[in-house]
């Protein structure tokens, strides 16, 4: 069985993970990649290469998946398997990026206005991050002006209902 791989695109904040677990369950427990466990603060947006070398590469050769999840400056993480075949999620800032496209079968963009998603961030990493928010966010705005996927997107939610 072919895997079918949902992106669920959109900005820090904007609701993202909240709609993919969703979705994955709508999907019957479908498995969900995020781009967080491949992103960091240093590199918000040019980590790609390895996401398409240990997921997409594999699963869109009908093989598994596996990665390391980055630790964010935490505790190591566990290796994260996914088995090809059925649906999976892949959630986060520029999962519909045009190097991802080809192994996509379908894209959603959540837009969700700046002011409420630079208000959840800092609700959930502390008012001591706006610095590090403040430099994702401006590349965050470098992968939409570059590869504008909220128009390619095959449909648009809104992340602030």
Excluded: C
Excluded at 96 to 111: C, V
Excluded at 149 to 154: E, G, T, V, W, Y
């Amino acid at each position: 069985m072919q895997t079918r791989i949902v992106a669920v695109d959109g900005l820090g904040g904007a609701g993202k993970s909240t709609f993919a677990e969703r979705l994955a369950h709508e999907l019957g427990g479908a498995p969900v990649v995020h781009t967080d466990d491949f992103a960091s603060w240093e590199n918000p947006v040019d980590w790609w290469p390895r996401l398409l070398d240990e997921v997409l590469g594999p699963l869109g050769e009908n093989r598994r998946a596996s990665f390391v999840p980055n630790a964010w400056g935490g505790l190591p993480k566990a290796e994260v398997v996914v088995e090809p075949g059925g649906f999976v999620v892949l959630e986060g800032v520029t999962a519909s990026r045009e190097a991802f496209r080809p192994y996509l079968a379908y894209t959603i963009w959540i837009e969700t206005p700046r002011e409420l998603r630079l208000r959840r961030g800092l609700e959930r990493d502390g008012a001591d991050a706006r610095a590090h928010w403040e430099a994702w966010m401006a590349a965050e705005d470098e992968y939409v002006a570059r590869e504008r996927p909220h128009l390619r997107a095959d449909v648009v939610v809104r992340g602030d209902a």
